[in-house]
């Protein structure tokens, strides 16, 4: 016979796990209604009215890859092979000629062959794709000094932890298996600024200054 002190400790042990399962899948469902929204409006990605915003997240991580910040009117560009975006974005070939194709009818990207070795394509933004980035960039990072006014100290020391917690999350995810996804995130090299982590949950990169 099975004494009770056994099974109420049993009971005790079974009943605890099922509180906590439950709590864990409120917090799980709390986590998934708020998180992505509280990140898009962080970012300013619910404002549609910004054409670069409109298009797909492959198409916008692409574009975001092949601009370059400092840019001199003029100044020779000679864009990027797919298989340095590709290594790049760490997104299969095929899934990235797909997004090029779609940035070349929308007059965003143009491609043009190596002068060294004509076998060879690469892509560059054309003036308009350059002027969406821009613009994007330039709002965002606009955005970001806003929220750095509007916080104290404190609360962006509070932040600044928050977002290194979600970037080890980040972090882990990425070391796990890739779960049917068309763009797996990308491998961080140097230690990723507070903007680029906010970026691995919404659509994209770009820098945040901090001013504490």
Known sequence: MI???????ATAAFTAVAVAQSYDSEELAWLERTLTGVMRRLMDTENLD?????LPLAQMRLAQSLYRENEMPGEPNLGETMGKLSERLNVRQNALTQAADRLVNHGLAERLSDPSDRRIVRLRLTTKGHTWVRERRSRRRARYEHLWELLSTS???EFLQAVRVLDAAGNR??????????LKSESH???PTVEETLSRFTDGEATLIDRT
């Open 3 to 9: 004494p009770i002190a056994a099974i109420e400790e």
């Open 50 to 54: 910004m054409p670069l915003l409109q």
């Open 155 to 157: 609360e962006r020391q």
């Open 173 to 182: 995810l990425s070391a796990q298996p890739a779960r049917n996804t068309e």
């Open 189 to 191: 090299f140097d230690p």
